[in-house]
């Protein structure tokens, strides 16, 4: 197709509103819209390409497959390369295997599938992603690959001319998908191609309902459209279901753009929308790292920064267009000869190659480990999960092959071994967290705690659990809640500790009601421990970030918008509690504070948590220990596991006398009635 002027423009508009919104630029906040304004294009490019093609009788598949690899492989490949290098110097061996993964589901087209399992778009844990933006690649990638197959297997059966009404139902029912979807799975509606195909389906529909014919104020539409993207760039937010009903307007304002076909335009036709233009694919590539690198060290949103951020992400993505896509565009003015050599595939394999090699190596070497001194990770070995394999009691199925699922997971004991006071601590990871606040806290009041805790098993009477079924640890989970309903009566106390979040979202908050009841009909205490806060990055990986290199770590950065459904499940579980004479639960305050202040860091300025997952490190645990038993609700606490001691000793019998005792009870008896007739 020939140069388009306007659509060269088009992408100048896209990939500024992109990079504006991802350096938190002010007035920009739905600047993401960019993204759905490159698909549109994407879809009217293509769709002329094949159309074209077609009508000439010189389209095949694989010279339009090599076509788009020239075009974007070299690219992303020598990106995924570079960025594989900065990782080395700055990446923890667990977040650099991350990146290994990442680097490889960019080269396959698949990361969107891989992004669409964890968080967000728009969370902050996305800025930990130095891949993240290449989902978009990804999406698009899968429809170069699945629309010129549907098209070319509909032309069998129907005229050239027809595929056009085809394309136009493909698109509603994406779009009908899209509207669905976005407001049941959001992160699956954003990443996934069935909900963004008809964002990509409309530009073609444009290409083939050439509609411009019918205006006469080329101008007039063209504005509209212009404010129809400015509109939704300016006023939408990442609140909004998408891409759902709202993904309309800019969709709508990019096809009439296009229509127009204004090649004088002052907008799309200046010269910083030419430049920006032709650099937007790299410039689009190289941004994101920028950004994460940006916040990597806690500089995102200082305006200096921003500032620099944006300029450096235009002269890598000037350098990646000079040296690396106008080598494939030179190769690509012979394509009549570079299809059926071995030169496209040279230049396309060789980077690829080199790439994913270096991604899998990093991955099997665990992130190449030896990078880091022992003196760091022993200082990180605090901040782990307490597990089995640490020395703790948390029975990980998932993570550790070599635990076996049995009843080897029903025995760990912990705090005063032999203690007269038998507790048991139940539940999930949530409870396995627990393990060395229980070991403190036991030592200090005299009782021994066996920890009955696997993956996911959180406190209930069921077979019920709010992960995966097919697991090991849903077989552990049946094993260890079997144990609970046979021997809870065997323990003084019981500890239960859950995701409550997890089980709350999960509408299974029935189960643990039913476990409160039934332990609090069979043992004279039951004790609910609170979910730590949740928040949206993993601030043990931050932390270690700062230890590394030195910086300041202030965790009041760190956003928490998953913790209000947290808060929001511990307050259930507390109105449950209180509703029992001897049930206790424990709430967050009195176990993470500092001198009584409630707080997310220790007097060391270290957090209590482990992931952003709500969990606790090893050393949080035994500092929140460290606070509770400062706190009156310890005191309290002390009170009634006395209570609870002192009732088993009353209602202990006596031991039967043996043979030699009841021996020595008749001479000293006969004695004494000796004696006591001398007397008289």
Not at 276 to 302: A, C, D, M, Q, R
Not at 418 to 424: E, N, Q, R, S, V
Request: hydrophobic share 45%.
């Amino acid at each position: 197709m020939e140069f388009r002027r306007d659509i060269n423009g088009l992408r100048a508009i896209a990939v500024a509103l992109v990079v504006l919104f991802h350096f938190g630029v002010p007035g920009f906040q739905g600047g993401f819209i960019g993204v759905d304004v490159f698909f549109v294009i994407s879809g009217y490019l293509m769709t002329g390409i094949i159309f074209s093609r077609m009508r000439k009788e010189t389209f095949t598949i694989l010279g339009f497959y090599l076509d788009r690899a020239r075009r974007i492989v070299p690219a992303l490949a020598c990106l995924c390369f570079v960025v594989l290098l900065v990782g080395w110097a700055l990446l923890l061996p667990v977040n650099y295997v991350e990146l290994g993964k990442q680097v490889l589901g960019s080269l396959a087209f698949v990361s969107n599938f891989l992004y669409s399992q964890e968080a967000g778009y728009f969370e902050q844990a996305a800025h930990e992603k130095w891949l993240l933006h290449t989902w978009s690649l990804s999406v698009e990638w899968q429809f170069y690959l699945l629309y010129p197959l549907a098209l070319v297997a509909l032309r069998l059966f129907v005229p050239i001319d027809k595929l056009r009404w085809f394309i136009l139902a493909a698109a509603i029912l994406s779009l009908a998908i899209s509207v669905y979807a976005s407001s049941r799975w959001p992160i699956h509606a954003y990443f996934l191609l069935p909900t963004r195909a008809w964002e990509m389906l409309a530009g073609a529909l444009v290409f083939l309902f050439p509609l411009r014919r019918m205006h006469t104020g080329k101008v007039s539409w063209e504005w509209v459209g212009i404010g129809l993207i400015l509109f939704s760039a300016v006023f939408f937010s990442s609140q909004l279901d998408w891409p759902g009903a709202f993904a309309v307007l800019p969709v709508l304002g990019t096809a009439l753009i296009i229509l127009q076909a204004r090649q004088d335009s002052i907008i799309t036709s200046n010269s910083v929308s030419t430049f920006l233009g032709k650099t937007s694919y790299s410039v689009y590539l190289w941004h994101w790292p920028v950004v994460v690198w940006i916040n990597y060290f806690g500089l995102g949103g200082e305006a200096a920064w921003m500032v620099l951020g944006i300029a450096a992400s235009i002269l890598l993505g000037y350098l990646s267009y000079r040296f690396i896509e106008n080598m494939a565009r030179q190769r690509r003015s012979r394509p009549a000869r570079a299809a059926h050599t071995s030169r496209p595939l040279v230049h396309i394999g060789v980077p690829t190659t080199a790439a994913a090699v270096f991604g899998m190596a990093i991955i099997i070497s665990n992130g190449v480990s030896q990078r880091m001194s022992e003196d760091f990770y022993a200082a990180m070995g605090r901040l782990d999960l307490p597990r089995m394999n640490n020395g703790w009691c948390f029975y990980d199925v998932n993570s550790d092959e070599d635990l076996a699922v049995g009843s080897e997971g029903l025995r760990c004991v912990r705090g005063e071994r032999g203690a007269p006071l038998k507790g048991l601590l139940f539940g999930d990871s949530f409870a396995g967290h627990y393990g060395p606040f229980w070991d403190r806290v036991g030592k200090d009041i005299s009782a021994e705690i066996n920890s009955v805790t696997t993956n996911w098993c959180y406190p209930s009477t069921n077979d019920v659990i709010y992960g995966d079924s097919s697991t090991r640890s849903y077989d552990q989970c049946l094993i260890n809640r079997q144990y609970f309903l046979e021997n809870v009566s065997n323990y003084d106390f019981v500890v239960l500790s859950g995701s409550w979040r997890n089980i709350y979202t999960s509408d299974q908050m029935q189960g643990v009601y039913d476990a409160i009841v039934y332990a609090a009909q069979r043992t004279r205490l039951v004790i609910v421990m609170p979910t730590p806060t949740y928040f949206d990055v993993n601030v043990k990986n931050i932390y270690a970030r700062s230890m590394l290199f030195n910086i300041d770590f202030d965790i009041s950065h760190f956003a928490k918008t998953g913790d209000a459904e947290a808060v929001e499940a511990n307050r259930a579980v507390e109105a449950f509690a209180e509703q029992h004479a001897n049930v206790v639960y424990i709430d967050r305050e009195a176990l993470f504070n500092v001198d009584g202040l409630p707080s997310e860091v220790t007097a060391e300025n270290i957090p209590f948590n482990y992931d952003e997952n709500g969990h606790i490190s090893i050393y949080g645990s035994k500092m929140a220990a460290e606070s509770f038993t400062s706190s009156s609700s310890y005191r309290e606490l002390s009170r009634q596991l006395r209570e609870v001691r002192n009732a088993k000793a009353r209602l202990k019998p006596k031991p039967d006398p043996k043979p030699k005792e009841l021996v020595t009870q008749w001479l000293s008896n006969w004695d004494m009635a000796n004696s006591a007739v001398i007397t008289w």
